[in-house]
C-alpha cells in the first residue's frame, strides 16, 4: 500500500492528467497553430511580492498530454523559484515574428507549472526540442563555438525543466483586442 | 528609472503589461503604452475582456529577428491602477533584459548569470556538471547542415 503522501501525489498526477486531456481535446486548430509555430510567448511566474515577472520563452507544446514544456538555465532561476512557492503561470503568444502564420489569434494561456530541482545537461532527454531550437535560430550556435565560449556560458546549458498544465485558455480572434476573448475553461479552474 | 523607460521605450511598437485578475491569477496582455512625462506614469488603454485587477504589475517590452535572434528585452516593475477607463502604470524598477547596455551590457549580464549557476550548485551541494559539446555540436550540424561550418577546437 502507498504511503498517504505519495498516494496524493498519484492522485495528482493522475488529476493533471486527466485535466490536460480535456483541455488537449477543447482547444481548435487555429489555437494550436499558434502554439505550435510561434517562436517565444511572454511567460509569466509570480514574484515573492506578488507582482507578475514576465519574460520571453520557447515554449514547446505536447499535445499528447496537452502540456507546455519550457527550460530555464540555473543562471536564471527565479522564475523556478517563483514556481515552486506559487504554481500560478501564464504564457501570452502575442508577437507571430517568424511564425509563418497569417493574421493569427493572440492567446492566453493561464495555468499550473512544476519546476523540479534537477539540473538537466543532458541532450538525449530533449533532442526533439533542441534540434527545433537550433533550427529555428541558427545563430544560436554561437555561445557554444570556441573554447573561450563554451567556458563562458556554459552556464547557460545547465537547465531547469518546467512543465505547464493548462488550466484555462483565452484568444483574440486575428489578435484583435477590441472584441471580446473565447474561452476554454479547465476542470479546476480558480 | 525615468529616463531608462524614455529611451527604450520609444524603440518598440507595442508592449506586453501583466497583472493580475480577480482570482490572482497572472493574466497578459499586448498594449501600446504612452508616456506621460508630466505624472512619470504609462497611460495604457483598456480593451474589452480584459480581467486586470488594481495591484502589483510590470511592463515587458522584447524583440526578435526571423531567426530568432538580435534578441533585446527589458522589464519594468510597478503597480497599475483604473482612472476614467484608462490603465495607470506607475513604475517601481527598470529590469534590463538581453541586448540592453551594448557589449558591457552583455558581459554584465553574462557574468551575473554565471555567478548565479555557480550559487545555485554550491547551495545543493553539486559540483559544476559537464556539457555534452560534442553531442551538442552534432545536433547544431543535423538542424542546420549548411550555415555551420565546423569549429576550430571542438570536442574539448
Known sequence: ?190 | MWAEIRQYLRLYPSAVLSGRDSTGRPFSLRCEPELDDAARVLRIASPRGVELVHGPASILCHSHNLFLWNLHSFLVRGTIELADGTWLFRPVRFVPGIGVGGLPGMIRFATSKRRTAKHYLDRRGLTRPKIPWAELRAIQVEANPLPNPPHKGEGI
Not at chain 1, 507549472?113 to 533550427?135: M, W
Open chain 1, 1 to 190: 500500500m502507498l504511503p498517504a503522501a505519495a498516494g496524493t501525489r498519484y492522485l495528482e498526477h493522475v488529476m493533471a492528467e486527466v485535466l490536460a486531456r480535456s483541455v488537449a481535446i477543447s482547444i481548435p486548430a487555429e489555437v494550436e497553430a499558434v502554439f505550435q509555430e510561434f517562436r517565444t510567448c511572454e511567460f509569466t511566474t509570480l514574484a515573492r511580492d506578488g507582482t507578475p515577472i514576465t519574460w520571453p520563452m520557447l515554449p514547446f507544446w505536447r499535445p499528447e498530454t496537452g502540456q507546455f514544456m519550457t527550460t530555464t538555465s540555473i543562471g536564471l532561476p527565479d522564475k523556478v523559484f517563483n514556481i515552486r512557492r506559487d504554481p500560478r503561470v501564464s504564457l501570452l503568444f502575442s508577437d507571430p515574428t517568424g511564425s509563418g502564420l497569417d493574421n493569427p489569434p493572440t492567446v492566453l494561456v493561464q495555468g499550473r507549472a512544476a519546476a523540479p530541482d534537477k539540473v538537466n545537461t543532458s541532450i538525449g532527454a530533449y533532442e526533439k526540442e533542441v534540434k527545433l531550437v537550433y533550427r529555428r535560430q541558427p545563430s544560436g550556435a554561437m555561445w557554444s563555438s570556441n573554447p573561450l565560449l563554451r567556458w563562458y556560458f556554459d552556464w547557460y546549458f545547465m537547465r531547469l525543466e518546467i512543465t505547464i498544465t493548462p488550466t484555462r485558455i483565452l484568444w483574440w480572434d486575428r489578435g484583435d483586442l477590441s472584441a471580446s476573448p473565447r474561452v476554454v475553461e479547465g476542470a479546476d479552474v480558480g
